[in-house]
């Protein structure tokens, strides 16, 4: 199983500031087949970006995804009240299909 | 624009099984595979597993023992059947579509709320 690491736990940020959320994988990820999803309380995860660096229909460009191999990265460029959520990466590159803990991107 | 809309018990006792339908609008059933994913109160997202409209199906090792997904074509729906629950089995489920093997899930249901309590 590819066992997926966020870090940090926790992100304390103001509006307007940047967010860099990281992800390592414990294999490589088979053709940079990695997802993040965004969640809000009471909702279900929404997809931000597929394929590493691709974003989903609807994400606005502040959100970016880098990476390759075994190292992610999701980047909030400038962040938006709405932005304050938990964040998921995902692989879908090998079975079984796995997620990691989450990062908490919280009002500072 | 698909939409996926689930529902089933949302409690039960000890070792009875959990029974969960997602119903699939707005889009053929065909040509996609159809995933469900937990998510105990307050932590993470684990996947349970996977069929495709012929039947296929892909569990998590950490599951398959006691997990059953199974499609209704005539309908637009996939089920989710967990033996055995236990209290640890206590999460919200949600259904999701891939597109693809090789895929993100997209879109996701609302989710249900499943508790597990004697």
Do not use: H
């Not at chain 2, 597109?99 to 249901?109: A, E, K, L, Q, T």
């Amino acid at each position: 199983e590819n066992v997926l690491t966020q870090s940090p736990d926790t992100l304390s940020l103001s509006p307007g500031e940047r967010a860099t959320l990281s992800c390592r994988a414990s294999q490589s990820v088979t053709s940079s087949y990695l997802a993040w999803y965004q969640q809000k309380p009471g909702q279900a995860p929404r997809p931000l970006i597929y394929g590493a660096s691709s974003r989903a229909t609807g994400i606005p460009d502040r959100f970016s995804g880098s990476g390759s191999g075994t190292d992610f990265t999701l980047t909030i460029s400038r962040l938006e009240p709405e932005d304050f959520a938990v964040y998921y990466c995902q692989q879908y590159g090998s079975s079984p299909r796995t997620f990691g803990q989450g990062t908490k991107v919280e009002i500072k | 624009q698909v939409q996926l809309q689930q529902w089933g018990a949302g409690l039960l006792k000890p070792s009875e099984t959990l029974s969960l339908t997602c119903a699939v609008y707005g889009e053929s059933f065909s040509s996609f595979y159809w995933s469900w994913i937990r998510q105990p109160p307050g932590m993470g997202l684990e996947w349970i597993g996977e069929i495709n409209y012929n039947g296929g199906t892909n569990y998590n090792p950490s599951l398959k023992s006691r997990v059953t997904i199974s499609v209704d074509t005539s309908k637009n729906q996939f089920s989710l059947k967990l033996r055995s629950v236990t209290a640890a089995d206590t999460a919200i489920y949600y259904c999701a579509r891939l597109p693809s093997w090789y895929s993100w899930f997209d879109p996701w249901g609302q989710g249900t709320l499943v508790i597990v309590s004697s």
